[in-house]
């Protein structure tokens, strides 16, 4: 082969390594981008996948009532899992977990996912949660317990119930005070007396003479007076 032959095909390769090497790394800021999502907390642990994790309070912090844990959970194993516990180091109050529907464990499928938080799906639920709701806008670590994998931990944001997140958030809110019912100023006070009535009709002192058939004693003198 020539040299300019060989320099022409050199420079061929350099121009398609260029190319090859643009084209990796402009695929590979692309699925970076798309994987970034904000408040996206996830890990995996074996075939465990814990995704969009979360800890929703009540639309404001002051407010009493319930708060919850909201994930999508993944189960990439060959056998089904349940989740046994979640807990949240550093908040007193437990989570209860209830399945979406009946009674008994909140179970993972194999090869499937279930989510937690949300109507019509599983639930945990922060009793106490102003508890929780002392870290609003900052993190929370939680502690997923599952039946083979053991303990799978991740931090979360701590977020209301508000925008997005309102329909995953606690079922139960704080309802505002009912008004109490507006009583009159005033009752009207009975009468002070009642009428009395001295007697009965044919009574003295009712003012009638008595039989209205029969004439008086004082009618029957002043006739006999007449003649």
């Known amino acids: 082969m020539s040299r300019s032959l060989r320099r022409g095909a050199l420079a061929a390769t350099a121009v398609v390594f260029s190319i090859a090497s643009l084209s990796a790394c402009g695929a590979g800021m692309d699925a970076q981008t798309l994987e970034v999502r904000p408040d996206n907390a996830e890990t995996t642990v074996d075939g465990i996948k814990v995704q969009n994790a979360a ?5 404001k912090a002051e407010a009493e009532g319930p708060a919850v844990v909201s994930a999508t959970i993944f189960n990439n194993s060959t056998e089904q899992q349940t989740i046994d516990t979640i807990t949240l180091p550093g908040v007193s109050s437990p989570v209860k977990l209830s399945p979406a529907t009946g009674s008994g464990p909140v179970t993972v499928p194999a090869q499937s996912s279930i989510i937690i938080g949300g109507a019509g799906n599983a639930s945990a639920v922060i009793e106490n949660g102003q508890a929780a709701a002392k870290n609003t806008g900052g993190v929370q670590d939680i502690v997923f317990r599952f039946s083979e994998t053991g303990d799978v931990t991740l931090q979360a944001a701590v977020v209301p119930a508000t925008s997005y997140f309102a329909g995953y958030g606690p079922s139960s809110l704080p309802k505002p005070p009912e008004k109490p019912a507006q009583e009159p100023s005033g009752t009207p006070s009975a009468p002070s007396g009642s009428p009395s009535v001295s007697g009965a009709p044919g009574e003295p002192g009712n003012g009638q003479s008595g039989d209205p ?12 007076a007449g003649h």
């Open 55 to 59: 800890v929703i309070t009540q639309p």
């Open 213 to 224: 058939g029969t004439p008086s004693d004082s009618a029957s003198a002043s006739n006999n």
